[in-house]
């Protein structure tokens, strides 16, 4: 069975950091773009990150531009998203989810997505 799995999310202060990882099972997805997306309550899927196939190429939304890092190991199938600095409002469901390429900041681009893990930031 594909499928990717988030983890590391929890409850942390203002001002602090968690790394979240996906893992993906079931296939290889090296060659595939992966991104990161989040929802909070009453609000639509909002783009986070994005990272190409090699690594070397990444985007990120306006709202976490210089405090959150996106990076890959292939080698594990995992994607990871560094989040420091975070603000209450960074609190929602934070979803990975993996496209083909061409994939970027639109959520329809990708074909398959984790269950979320819940990110909770308090002031």
């Known amino acids: 069975q594909v499928q990717l799995v988030e983890s590391g999310g929890g409850l942390v202060q203002a001002g602090g950091s968690l790394r979240l990882s996906c893992a993906a099972s079931g296939r290889t997805f090296s060659t595939y773009t992966k991104g990161w997306f989040r929802q909070a309550p009453g609000k639509e899927r909002e783009f986070v990150a994005v990272?190409?196939?090699?690594?070397?190429?990444?985007a990120y939304g306006d709202s976490v531009k210089g405090r959150f890092t996106i990076s890959r190991d292939n080698a594990k199938n995992t994607v990871y998203l560094q989040m420091n600095s975070l603000k209450p409002e960074d609190t929602a469901v934070y979803y990975c989810a993996v496209g083909p390429s061409y994939s970027g900041t639109s959520s329809h681009e990708y074909d398959l997505w984790g269950q979320g893990t819940q990110v909770t930031v308090s002031s």
């Open positions: 990272i190409r196939r090699n690594g070397g190429s990444t």
